[in-house]
């Protein structure tokens, strides 16, 4: 009415005449604004019918009106906001809505006055205040800006050369707002802005803080608009996680939802102050920059959800183009709070950014989990099973909306890895992980181990897998006995879409009994031997590739395609089982027993183990060209009793051993490694040698195992990798530190174990870990003067679940020495030799230095290692010259202690605090070593629980313990 009334007594030469003091009547301005997208909208609406004139002219009038406005303000806005985002409806608040604080700091001065007025101009919530941080603002800008705001609630704070959180710290218990906001001076509001805020901080007690969805103020082309932010969200760029514009410079179009969950916001928050101060508020540690980002995964942390409202819409007046005169200074501030924000979130993030692609939350990203899975071949002509078992669990993962991928050898280029591949799964033992290629350092790399164990662990890539999947227990039991890992139970299974009761049979694959497989001529089947259709009254089929050069070719059909086995087993009454398919075992067992069943079609296997472990004595066993027929001749003449084995077997398939159910355990697996936390231990292991003749290798893998049986997850990794980006999954890195330096990552918690070789550490290498232990009580207490990180002496042990006494007789001799000359004449040997002594020398490089009569090999496995030391009278040992003078204890003392063996070995500091002289008995040099070898000789065995607290259990317990108290976990 008010408008109307106006327009009615010609009085728009005052309005824009009296622009000033207009600009002081926010509400006047708002209504005005209203009234004519009001009148606009019913221009648009009646656009084929005749309009009142008047109403037109008052159109006219009021674009005159604000196209005035903005030429005196000097507000920028484009000319298509107007078209495109026009005025919408929002809720209005009376005066008893919630008090609302909102804080400006100034860190855009010439933009400062620009939203002063927008927010006048835009805003018509009847209950806020705006305080301003004065941290050097003209004081004839002051002026303005108290003139333009003399109709609202204005506090001003004068603080300088402080950062953004000390400010907020200090003044926040003068502020009464039920909700405080922070805001950025380099951006102009728009209509209702606040309104839609305050709707969605209220819509639910989980909500954290609220942001508006902020648009580049400027056109870039074809007058288009372009987004700035949505909310920011986080990514990895090598190995660290960092905030990025959500949705940054794509075209501007209006929001499906109005709300949309998301990690975290910049440049402006709306919170409640109570949640603001329940999290403690900005951290302090930040100097302008990161702030808001750190808030809200504060908040996110607590359980509170954040959120970006499309609707509120806030204008960025930045040229982002212009480069400040001190831009190194601030290049500089930015890459400090980097840091700080990176040791503080990057192992809290990485794992969120997994969990919300596993658990498809849709808050970091709208991206879903993607796994590739490594084969030998695939496509329809693809004849390796290792791709029809991956195809299984990939339609099973794809059904729980997972994307998928699968890369051959045959085919694809293996090694380069997009950096979308979240999770990558090998079958081949001969896939070298160490070559990939990506550029994704979170990539989870996962070993499916479904025969040939030995194969596997051989390889000297292996410990770089994150995971080992295991197809049976046997092979459970061998990477667990010959490896670090504590290794995961995932058999095979069956695609119940493809391989079900539903199947019909087909007339031209009809027989009574049949055989699908290849013949491999390097391995000779079981099924050739045993099986002789001829003597059998009942049809037989067989199917697969290269039988026609066998004595069975009479029976040989043809290749069938994956696609149709299916069909296959619904046409026959038992499906023969050969469990030397490929593999090495007869623990292993072949996916044609689960298909076959699921189909619900009886099978009768050789491989007893294998069908041991999962059917137990319930599915048929032949073992003999006699057991083959009888049981093919019983069950073929005896429908009712096939037909109640097979709904037994078939029952127990679809409980157990289905693709489904295998990728529900693989999404569990895959949470508990990421929620865990992840250990990696860097060893000093180059790639010259056989990793299985360092010493420092075994001694990782008992670490290994213990971390593993604490319920961490835990690898190796060789020195070749401990500079690459395949370490970004990892949270803690515990550096062996002996001859090799590493250079900690602002990503992990960095622990080093000096081991050996302290002369080659320096003090500033010591202070750049978080935790250091040193294998010695000397050099610790010695550091202890010296560096500003924790030291804690921490000496070297044994595995006493392998290291026992066990006599064997083959190892049996006076003395006994075990380790690498690495081109050195030891000093214990260059003492003692020549020998009358019977001794027997193991280990790398010793030809050329030492009698060849001495050297019995130039290795000796670990797992053999105790027997050797069991059945020898006396264990020879020294130590390096700096291990020596500065007290750090060979390993080797633990190892042969633990089997009840004494040692002879050169003198060092601290050994009598730990080993008694009638079971350490220490020499001087070459004068005295041999009348010290007599009275070690006359020893005999001594008491193993010597070292009872020094063994790797009792060292990793010390880790766990440190680190939980220091990070709280």
Not at 305 to 330: A, G, M, R, W
Not at 380 to 401: P, Q, T, V, W
Request: one cysteine or more.
């Amino acid at each position: 009415m008010v408008m109307q009334m106006l327009f009615k007594e010609n009085k728009i030469s005052d309005l824009t005449g009296n622009i000033k003091e207009l600009l002081h009547e926010s509400r006047f301005f708002s209504k005005c604004y209203l009234y004519k997208n009001s009148l606009s909208n019913q221009h648009t609406q009646n656009k084929n019918q005749v309009i009142n004139a008047q109403k037109i002219t008052h159109i006219k009038s009021l674009d005159k009106l604000f196209k005035k406005i903005r030429e005196f303000t000097h507000i920028h806005e484009p000319n298509k906001v107007i078209k495109d985002i026009e005025v919408k409806s929002y809720k209005k608040y009376d005066d008893n809505a919630p008090k609302i604080s909102i804080f400006i700091f100034n860190n855009n001065t010439s933009h400062l006055k620009q939203l002063f007025n927008s927010i006048i101009k835009h805003t018509d919530y009847p209950n806020y205040e705006l305080i301003l941080i004065n941290n050097g603002i003209e004081s004839t800008l002051m002026e303005s800006l108290k003139s333009i705001s003399r109709n609202i609630p204005l506090k001003i704070y004068n603080q300088k050369n402080q950062n953004f959180s000390n400010i907020y710290s200090q003044i926040m218990k003068y502020v009464f707002g039920d909700y405080v906001l922070f805001l950025n001076s380099s951006v102009n509001v728009v209509d209702g802005w606040l309104n839609h805020l305050l709707d969605t901080a209220t819509s639910h007690d989980d909500v954290g803080a609220v942001g508006s969805r902020i648009v580049y103020s400027k056109e870039v082309s074809n007058n288009q608009l372009y987004i700035k932010n949505d909310g920011t969200s986080f990514k990895e760029i090598n190995t660290q996680i960092v905030p990025y514009d959500i949705n940054d410079k794509k075209p501007y179009v209006p929001s499906k939802t109005s709300t949309k969950p998301v990690p975290a916001l910049s440049h402006m928050l709306l919170v409640e102050k109570s949640k603001f101060n329940e999290v403690g508020g900005f951290s302090l540690e930040y100097d302008n920059g990161f702030e808001i980002e750190d808030l809200c995964l504060k908040l996110y942390e607590k359980g509170y959800v954040n959120y970006c409202n499309t609707d509120s819409i806030l204008f960025y007046s930045v040229d982002e183009s212009e480069k400040s005169p001190i831009q190194d200074l601030l290049d500089k501030r930015e890459e400090k709070n980097r840091t700080f924000f990176v040791k503080k979130w990057n192992t809290f993030l990485k794992k969120e950014l997994f969990i919300d692609k596993i658990n498809k939350n849709n808050i970091f990203t709208d991206k879903p989990l993607k796994i590739a899975f490594v084969v030998s071949e695939k496509g329809k002509h693809a004849n390796i099973a290792d791709y029809f078992i991956g195809m299984g669990l990939a339609r099973s993962l794809n059904n729980m909306g997972y994307e998928t991928e699968f890369l051959s050898e045959k085919i694809d280029d293996i090694y380069n890895i997009n950096e979308d591949i979240d999770v990558l799964i090998s079958f081949l033992n001969r896939y070298d992980i160490d070559k990939i290629k990506t550029k994704n350092s979170l990539l989870i790399k996962i070993a499916w181990v479904i025969n040939w164990f030995e194969w596997w662990v051989n390889k000297s890539y292996f410990e770089s897998y994150d995971i080992v999947l295991v197809s049976n227990t046997e092979g459970i039991k061998y990477i667990e006995k010959n490896t670090g890992y504590k290794p995961i139970l995932f058999p095979k299974a069956t695609d119940t879409s493809m391989y079900n009761s539903k199947v019909e049979s087909v007339k031209k694959y009809e027989c009574d009994y049949c055989f699908a497989g290849n013949y491999w001529d390097d391995r000779e089947r079981d099924l050739v031997n045993s099986l002789v259709p001829e003597d059998i009254p009942y049809d037989f089929n067989l199917y697969g590739n290269w039988w026609d050069k066998t004595k069975l070719k009479s029976f040989y059909k043809k290749r069938i395609s994956y696609m149709n086995m299916p069909k296959v087993y619904a046409s026959t009454k038992i499906v023969l089982d050969d469990a030397t398919d490929f593999t090495d075992t007869s623990s292993s067992i072949n996916t044609r027993v689960f298909d076959a069943l699921a189909v619900g079609v009886l099978v009768i296997s050789n491989g007893k183990e294998g069908i041991r472990e999962f059917f137990g004595d319930k599915l048929p066993i032949y073992d003999s060209k006699e057991s083959l027929e009888e049981l093919l001749d019983f069950y073929i003449s005896n429908p009712d009793r096939r037909k109640a084995k097979v709904e037994q077997l078939q029952s127990m398939v679809l409980k157990h051993y289905t693709y489904d159910i295998r990728a529900n355990k693989l999404v569990e697996i895959l949470l508990d490694y990421v929620k865990s936390t992840k250990i990696l231990i860097k060893i000093p292991v180059t790639e010259e040698y056989d990793k299985r003749i360092w010493g420092d290798y075994h001694f990782a893998i008992h670490l290994q195992h213990e971390f593993n049986k604490k319920g961490y997850y835990c690898k190796l990794q060789k020195k070749i990798n401990w500079d690459s980006v395949s370490d970004g999954l990892y949270d803690v890195v515990i550096l062996l530190r002996g001859l090799y330096e590493y250079v900690p990552k602002i990503i992990h918690y960095n622990i080093m174990w000096n081991i050996s070789h302290p002369d080659l550490v320096s003090v500033g290498e010591y202070d750049s870990y978080n935790q250091v232990y040193v294998a010695s009580k000397y050099w610790t207490n010695a550091l202890k003067n010296v560096l500003k990180t924790d030291v804690e002496e921490l000496l070297q042990c044994t595995d006493t679940t392998l290291f026992h006494r066990q006599y064997t007789p083959e190892y049996d001799t006076q003395l006994l020495f075990v380790g690498n000359s690495r081109n050195v004449y030891r000093k214990v040997l260059h003492d003692l030799l020549p020998t009358e002594y019977d001794l027997n020398v193991y280990g790398d490089g010793w030809n050329g230095i030492v009698d060849d009569k001495y050297i019995i090999a130039e290795h000796i496995p670990n797992k053999q290692l105790y027997k050797a030391y069991s059945s020898t009278k006396v264990v020879l040992n020294d130590h390096w010259k700096d291990m020596r003078e500065k007290g750090f204890i060979s390993n080797r003392i633990f190892d042969a202690v633990a089997c009840g063996t004494v040692v002879l070995s050169d003198n060092i500091y601290g050994i009598r605090d730990i080993f008694p002289e009638n079971a350490v008995v220490l020499y001087d040099g070459e004068k005295d070593i041999n009348n010290k070898i007599e009275e070690a000789l006359k020893i005999g065995p001594i008491n193993p629980s010597l070292v009872k607290e020094h063994t790797f259990k009792k060292r990793v317990d010390k880790i766990i313990d440190d680190y939980e108290k220091k990070c709280g976990k």
